[in-house]
């Protein structure tokens, strides 16, 4: 199976700062035929679902806000907050959704919060 | 507006079972791929199963294998977990998840329910 790890398990950020999180992965999920990471990235706010953010490493789901950014490939990525807003505290957990057979496997999560 | 709405969750004793039901509206439901995943108290997101658009490919979790069943009912536009053998372990959230393609190959979730909640407990 593979696993996702996190860094950090948690991060306070001033308003307007920027927030950076981790994600790596016990291996590649960059699928070769068509050069696409299969990593998306969600934010869960208190009592509320999880929402997709970002896709494909770096694909942002409708409506998400451009301060969030999705990058990296292979084995190591990134989830960046530029300029935090009150509305951004969350839980943030990625996920791989390249193994075969299908796995979908994610991270530890991630808890932001405004410092 | 894209709606799942989960059902059937409470509290059960150890080795009884439940049926979780997922009602889906606002979108063409017989087009995508369905899902279960889980968060259990203190724990993360935990995926439990996988069934395509047509029924013909479904996936389990090893925690859950042979002990839940996944299915579907498109003229309703339904979805389903039947739990049997329930564990302590498999007290948490149970969301209903909507994947973004027909097979659930390569791509990723993109609506969650709100959750129904299933304690195991004596």
């Known amino acids: 199976d593979i696993v996702m790890t996190q860094s950090p398990d948690s991060l306070a950020v001033s308003l307007g700062e920027r927030a950076t999180i981790n994600c790596k992965s016990s291996q590649s999920v960059l699928y070769s035929s068509n050069n696409k990471n299969y990593l998306a990235w969600y934010q869960q706010k208190p009592g509320q679902p999880p929402k997709l953010l970002i896709f494909w490493a770096s694909t942002r789901q409708s409506g998400v806000p451009d301060r969030f950014s999705g990058s990296g490939s292979g084995t190591d990525f990134t989830l960046t907050i530029s300029g935090l807003q009150a509305e951004d505290v969350a839980v943030y957990y990625c996920q791989q959704f390249y193994s075969s057979p299908p796995m979908w496997t994610f991270g530890q999560g991630t808890k932001v919060e405004i410092k | 507006e894209m709606q799942l709405v989960e059902s059937g969750g409470g509290l059960v004793q150890p080795g009884r079972s439940l049926r979780l039901s997922c009602a889906a509206s606002g979108f063409t439901f017989d087009d995508y791929a369905m899902h279960w995943v889980r968060h259990a108290p203190g724990k993360g997101l935990e995926w439990v199963s996988l069934i395509s658009w047509n029924s013909n490919s479904i996936m389990y979790a090893d925690s859950v294998k042979g002990r839940f069943t996944i299915s579907r009912d498109n003229a309703k536009n339904s979805l389903y977990l039947q739990m049997n053998s329930l564990r302590a372990e498999d007290t948490a959230l149970y969301y209903c998840?909507?994947?973004?393609?027909?097979?659930?190959?390569?791509?990723?979730?993109?609506?969650w329910g709100q959750g129904t909640p299933v304690t195991v407990s004596s």
């Open positions: 998840v909507k994947d973004m393609s027909r097979g659930g190959s390569g791509w990723p979730l993109d609506h």
